[in-house]
């Protein structure tokens, strides 16, 4: 089964291998209503009891189909504030992208950050689920990565217009038990700790086998503050599920690689098939090392892809895989091996 770990402050308990959703909303491509019950299915049944979503993945989707699974189950979930669904005035082609989901959901995604659209987020979000809890809610893609000169707008939102309000009221009151922002870009954590205590940080691709910046100031912040880590996007958007040898695509940030990133990725995977160990094994369990991460959310699509992930997930790793990579500089000098894990409690 999954370890648990202890998700901060928060009282809450996650499998330190969790469930990213976004594949359950039509990432990129339609996935059938009967595949995203059997991969769910599949999870529960291999352990999985944290689940991540957002009203954004497939425009309400995801959220649709991951509460349909977890009704009437025992589960941590979290859920994303920052972006309200509003009808759209024209029928959904389920095959088209719009904003890469391929979803049929007829509703367009705005972002709003204020108090009032905060409340509404929550409240819309629980009717979509159909479940009577949410664990955490998760200011979702705010930073000038996304927003560029609006982000200004966005954050003034956030802070003046109440929005940071908004999420203390709900955990203040009990309604969740924390809050904090769901983004791929740090200087947007750095930026919202400073007007609130955030419980954790659903940090996407920023700490991972490949880059691990986010250990200059990001980590003792949170260190400091009491702030949990959930990773997402472990293989940073693919690139180090596939390596860097096959005919696949390869793909950074959800873009072309570059260069850089492909020599790099080149080296660590050579340094995995030397101690036989697969590049994306070892790209999972990387982060889980550090003890401010809580769990490592991969997203996924299939009954056969819950399969490989545990199997990623339960793969030995020599202890020399991790002091080969140190020595030939490839890992963060503060990086801490996962042979040595501080906060695990006892596997479910």
Known sequence: M??????????????????????????????????????????????????????????????????????GRDYVLS???????????????????????ASPMPFEPRYDYSYEAIMQSFHDSMQRLGLTQIDILYIHDIGRMTHGPANDACMEELTSGGGLKALEYLRDSGAIKGFGVGVNEIKACLEVMEHARLDVILLAGRYTLLEQTSLDELFPRCQAAGTAIVVGGPYNSGILAVGTKGSAPLSYNYEPAPPDVIEKVRKIETVCERHGVPLAAAALQFPLAHSLVASVIPGLDSPQRVEQTMALYRHKIPAALWQDLRHENLLHPDAPAPDLVANTVHPR
């Not at 999870?43 to 009704?71: I, Q, V, W």
């Not at 024209?90 to 992208?97: I, T």
């Open 2 to 71: 999954i370890a648990l770990r202890n998700l901060g402050a928060t009282g809450l308990k996650v499998t330190e291998l969790g469930f990213g959703t976004a594949p359950l909303g039509n990432l990129f491509r339609p996935l059938p209503d009967d595949t995203a019950r059997e991969t769910l299915a599949a999870a529960e049944r291999a352990g999985f009891g944290y689940y991540d979503t957002a009203p954004f993945y497939g425009f309400g989707l995801s959220e649709r189909r991951l509460g349909d699974a977890l009704r």
């Open 79 to 101: 859920t994303k504030v920052g972006r309200l669904l509003s009808p759209w005035g024209q029928s959904a082609d389920g095959n088209a992208l719009r904003h890469g989901y």
